[in-house]
């Protein structure tokens, strides 16, 4: 017993430097994020910002409007990221008609090119939210560095692409030819947390 708690040690003081594990991460986290929905990561999304608001307020004491903009900057990335794979998920429904009327070939590459566009974003809100609870201590005890400056031209990106997405779900119905009802529950069903 004493020989397997030693290896267990060495392995956890070792795993960042090897390659395996990385690859392993890697691939669970794909998996991971390619079985659930995005309501599941919105929800995650939603996590993050919470423990945003305790960081900046109940451990840093700032003011309401410091703990907004913290909160802001901090999840900016993981909301534009959110959106972008929402619209994704939207535009590239397959009860679209658009995409209903399409040949079979055409539908499997445009399935492809839907599963990348949702995937990409889940994967990179799971990566970010597993860093954030791996790091917790040293997460919540930092301020972000843009905190009281001026947007970055990172968050100047994550900006538009954020109003981007909007406008464009905004203007989904026109787009896709679709009635209210049709689009809310695509959303809906994007957005109920469940496997896929």
């Not at 691939?27 to 423990?51: K, R």
Request: glycine share 6%.
């Amino acid at each position: 017993m004493k020989h397997t708690l030693q290896h267990i040690r060495i392995f956890a003081h070792t795993h960042d430097d090897l390659p395996a594990f990385h690859a392993g991460y890697l691939v669970l986290t794909f998996l991971v994020a390619a079985m659930f929905n995005m309501g599941t990561f919105a929800i995650l999304v939603i996590a993050h910002m919470s423990l945003d608001i305790v960081k900046y307020r109940e451990v840093h004491g700032l003011p309401w409007r410091g703990v907004i903009e913290g909160t802001v900057r901090e999840s900016l990335m993981d909301l534009t990221i959110f959106f972008v794979g929402i619209v994704f998920a939207v535009y590239l429904h397959h009860s679209v008609a658009g995409i209903a009327t399409l040949s079979g070939f055409m539908r499997a590459e445009l399935t492809v090119v839907r599963a990348l566009g949702t995937i990409i974003p889940k994967v990179t809100i799971l990566h970010h939210i597993l860093y954030i609870m791996a790091h917790i201590q040293q997460y919540l005890n930092s301020i972000h560095p843009q905190i009281r400056k001026g947007w970055s031209q990172l968050e100047k990106v994550c900006l538009v692409s954020f109003a981007i997405s909007l406008l464009l779900l905004a203007l989904a119905p026109s787009i896709l030819a679709l009635d209210a009802p049709q689009l809310g529950q695509i959303i809906l069903e994007e957005m109920m947390p469940s496997l896929t």
